[in-house]
Structures are given as C-alpha cells and as structure tokens.
C-alpha cells in the first residue's frame, strides 16, 4: 500500500515548455487534490476532483490543467510554463464519506522554472 | 471564508524544553481543525485533528492540541521537544465549499542541541 505517489520527484523546465505532474493513490479515495506551495505562503489549492469525471478550481487554478484520468489518477499539466510557476506541488486524496476534510499527501513534486 | 493565521514563522527550542506552536482560526460554527507536520523534502503528516467533543486532542509523536473557542485558537503543544521534531508545521482547516483545505503559512521549528 503505497498511498499517494507523485512522479517526478524533481524536475526543471525553461520558460514555455510544458510538462505534466502525475499522481497516483492506491486507498480508493473519491475525492483528489493538487496544492502548491510556496514559502511564508502555506499550502494553495490548484484543482480537485471530487469524483472520477469531475474536477473544479481551486484557489489558483491559472496557467494549468487537470485531468482525472480514472479513480486512482490525477494528473497537473502546465502548458506553457512560467518562472512564477516554480513551486513545489502536492498531490493528495481524501474519503470524504468516511472523514470529510482529513487528507493524504504525497511527496512532492519540486519543479524549477527559469 | 474561513482563515487560519499562525504568528510564528519560525521557532527554535532546545532539546527536552516544551513546545507551543500557536493557530488562530476564524470560522462561524465549530469547525474542524487540524495539525500537519511535513519533515524537510517530504510530503505532509496528519499529526492529529479535531472534530467536536473532548478539547484537547491527543496525536502521534506526542503532540497534543487544545481547542478554545473564546479564543478562536487551537495550538500545539508538546511537554518534551526531541531532535527529530524539527519541521514545518501547518495549521489547516476546510476550505470553503469544496472540502479541500486551508493552510496557515507554516511555523518552522528548530531544535537546538
């Protein structure tokens, strides 16, 4: 039972490229999350999915995309990247039946923009 | 819009001392709060939660949290610091309508030998 995995663990883009940060959970949560994070600035909400098939935006949700791509994936994609987009990003599920707002979050994804 | 604010940036205890890291919250009916940890380049920890009932709230790697309303505060609290504790530590809270959360700006603690 690995939880919730990110991939990659570090990366580094130039300005304009795109990438896609990918995210797994293997407890069978409904509901997925990606936050960044940024110092003095706490954790920021980018995009959930309440459900397979649904995703809503979060606090900070411009110059990126979501997909859920089944129950277990949920993946981030920046299409045209940004130094104000460097930050570290995480991912993390939630059974919102079973305990409302009590998250789980992997490890991080540290991406560097330049 | 519910917020969580903690005062403290940064914290430095010396091994064995307590430890109080503060969390003010303001939020209209009681809310549920929590305690995370997140130990450098790692992900987040839940250290504990609260929901409703018993005020102080007891986690894991004894920590211990007490919720007062009159005070719009819920802190963390551990009676002996070990090296191992130092971190980042992030009060949270739901956010609104979307069952995420929301995070103060963290307290980095460090501990001195």
């Known amino acids: 039972n690995a939880g919730v995995t990110q991939t990659p663990k570090f990366q580094v883009l130039k300005t304009g490229q795109s990438m896609t940060l990918q995210c797994a959970q293997d407890?069978?949560?409904?509901?997925m999350y990606w936050y960044r994070q940024d110092p003095g600035m706490g954790l920021r909400l980018i995009y959930y999915?309440?459900?397979?098939?649904?995703?809503d935006k979060g606090e900070v949700p411009n110059g990126y995309n979501v997909s859920r791509l089944n129950k277990r994936e949920f993946s981030l994609r920046l299409e045209s990247a940004a130094p104000s987009q460097t930050s570290v990003y995480f991912c993390?599920?939630?059974?919102?039946?079973?305990?409302?707002?009590?998250?789980?979050f992997g490890p991080g994804t540290r991406l560097t923009v330049t | 819009a519910q917020s969580v604010t903690q005062p403290d940036i940064h914290i430095t205890v010396s091994e064995g001392a307590s430890l109080e890291l503060r969390c003010n919250y303001s939020?209209?009916?009681?809310?549920?709060l929590f305690w995370y940890v997140q130990s450098p380049g790692q992900g987040l920890q839940l250290l504990l939660k609260?929901?409703?009932?018993?005020?102080l709230v007891q986690g894991i790697k004894g920590f211990e949290a007490e919720f007062k309303r009159s005070q719009s505060s819920f802190n963390l609290r551990k009676p002996s610091v070990h090296w191992s504790d130092a971190a980042e530590y992030f009060c949270?809270?739901?956010?609104?309508?979307?069952?995420?959360?929301?995070f103060g700006s963290g307290t980095r603690l460090q501990v001195q030998p």
């Open positions: 993390a599920s939630s059974e919102v039946r079973a305990d409302p707002y009590e998250q789980y």
């Open positions: 407890m069978n949560h409904n509901s």
């Open positions: 999915s309440a459900s397979e098939g649904t995703t």
């Open positions: 939020y209209g009916a009681t809310p549920y």
């Open positions: 609260y929901f409703s009932g018993d005020t």
């Open positions: 949270a809270a739901p956010g609104t309508g979307r069952r995420a959360l929301t």
